[in-house]
């Protein structure tokens, strides 16, 4: 087989290079990410006109229900989470695509009838068999739902010369670098890679995908985009959110692993790549990979020196009432779950070298933020920085991902007077004040381009399993400690002061976002 960081072979696209008729499967079809997300982005797609003439959707759950329940659990989760309101004739015109099966994820005989219903609906609407499934299921079924798939006869080989099938996976897949091996290797055995497409969503949001325009469509960036220029990239995702009724998946995830593996260290890759020869998704995706690879090992009781992790302890947030995290549902009172963590690493090679990059991300945080800030060295200490009080402050430029996408610079102006005085400025863009259109959610991009066979935005296996041995090596170490009790920091606040120290011991401060 072709190593997997080389050009894999690519399936026919549907409809040359735009987007062709096909048949969606919805594994899960009447669960929560279906209700909220999956079928929402799919209307939306419809009103954008970006949906081709000819499609179905078919839902595939335990739940028992029928077509008629399935739409109206489609319209009500529409009428709640949709950017755009319920059109009527369109809504019509969508909900007679809309089927669905009820069944279990390992039960042949319910994946007989889903393979009757999918050929059903693809006489009627005159589909030529192009087939994605996605597997909005838990990851232990991952492997039983493609191999009934498989022995079900509903999954055609990359090179077949009319029809395609393709698999979209959620995470997490794995919960260490075994684990997301054994996953990889059994979807593999029915599926080719280039029929895979792992889903993250972070990499469908708008400021993420303009990571990349940002670096290499504008000449004032990529110059200073090197060790030279940069003093320090810090990375942060915060929830207000606890865990919720989640006690039980939470606590064999915890921060590092529900996070950093998958959200934060595809946008580290992005922030850090080198420049991409074409927008073929095979080099943009060696590029990220590339990354990856040179990730500094944190290993043994390095762990314990380049991370902090915590708990949150009872606090308030937006005014309501947290418990401590072991205070929590189907928590154990003695848990060493992280909440949170920190981390400080380096990318070994010419462009980053010495840059540190920190990283973090929390539960029962002050506000839902997420964002990239790159602060620049400071300018020489001659002219406007001769004094040590006050220093100039150095320029930054912020990427904001979440509640608000966009970008900022801050950089040095002159306070208007007779003296010369220096004061920060910032210069804004927001998605929203500078297009009319409010942005396509993660989901709507990201279904378009399994769609059109485009894996540009999916994470492929060698990055997966990277990604999971850089952070089993930390997990390991933590494990080797033997810690007994993690530091707290009350709910609503942004986080232990150890995690204070690990970036002030290098003379800088996380920032407030």
Request: one cysteine or more; a negative charge.
């Amino acid at each position: 087989m072709t190593p997997e960081h080389t050009q894999a072979p690519t399936q026919p696209p549907f409809s040359g290079t735009a987007v062709g008729p096909c048949t969606l499967v919805i594994f899960g079809g009447s669960g929560d990410l279906a209700r909220r997300k999956l079928l929402p982005a799919l209307y939306n797609l419809l009103l954008d006109g970006l949906l081709p003439p000819n499609y179905a959707v078919i839902g595939f759950g335990r739940v028992p229900c029928n077509h008629d329940e399935f739409r109206a659990l489609a319209r009500d989760g529409i009428e709640q989470f949709s950017r755009q309101a319920i059109q009527q004739d369109r809504w019509e015109d969508f909900a007679q695509r809309l089927s669905y099966i009820t069944g279990s994820s390992d039960d042949p005989q319910a994946y007989q009838a889903l393979r009757t219903q999918i050929e059903t609906v693809e006489k009627q609407f005159a589909l030529p068999g192009h087939r994605i499934f996605y597997l909005a299921v838990p990851p232990n079924v991952f492997a039983s739902s493609c191999q009934v798939l498989h022995q079900a006869g509903m999954v055609d080989p990359p090179d077949h010369p009319t029809r395609s099938s393709r698999v979209i996976v959620e995470k997490p897949i794995g919960h260490d670098l075994e684990s997301a091996r054994e996953i990889n290797a059994t979807i593999g055995k029915v599926f080719h890679e280039a029929q895979i497409y792992r889903i993250d969503h972070y990499l469908g949001k708008e400021t993420v995908q303009n990571i990349m325009v940002l670096r290499f469509a504008n000449s004032i960036f990529e110059p200073i985009w090197n060790h030279k220029y940069i003093d320090h990239v810090q990375i942060t995702v915060s929830e207000e959110e606890g865990i919720g009724a989640r006690g039980l998946y939470y606590e064999q995830a915890g921060a590092l692993r529900d996070m950093v593996q998958n959200h934060i260290l595809q946008l580290l890759a992005l922030i850090a790549m080198e420049p991409p020869y074409s927008l073929d998704p095979e080099v943009v995706r060696n590029a990220r990979m590339e990354v990856l690879r040179c990730l500094r090992p944190i290993r043994g009781k390095t762990a314990e020196e380049m991370t902090i992790r915590a708990q949150y302890a009872h606090g308030t947030v937006r005014g309501q009432d947290v418990p401590g995290y072991r205070r929590e549902n189907d928590v154990r009172p003695d848990s060493t779950t992280e909440t949170y963590v920190a981390l400080k690493c380096y990318i070994e090679n010419w462009r980053w070298s010495g840059v540190p990059f920190y990283l973090r991300t929390g539960k029962a945080m002050p506000r839902r933020a997420s964002e990239i800030a790159v602060q620049l060295k400071d300018i020489p200490e001659i002219l406007f920085n001769t004094t040590p009080h006050p220093r100039q402050i150095p320029n930054l430029l912020t990427l904001r991902i979440q509640p608000q996408e966009g970008m900022a610079l801050r950089i040095m102006s002159k306070i208007p007077g007779s003296r010369v005085n220096t004061h920060p400025v910032e210069m804004n863009f927001n998605y929203g004040d500078a297009f009319s259109a409010p942005s396509p959610e993660a989901y709507e991009r990201l279904l378009l381009d399994v769609m059109a066979g485009d894996a540009s935005l999916f994470m492929r296996r060698d990055a997966v399993e990277a990604s999971w041995a850089w952070i089993t090596d930390i997990l390991q170490g933590w494990e080797a400690h033997g810690t007994r009790w993690l530091p707290e920091y009350p709910a609503g606040t942004w986080g232990p002061i150890q995690s204070d120290r690990l970036i002030e011991t290098d003379g800088k401060k996380w920032r407030v976002v």
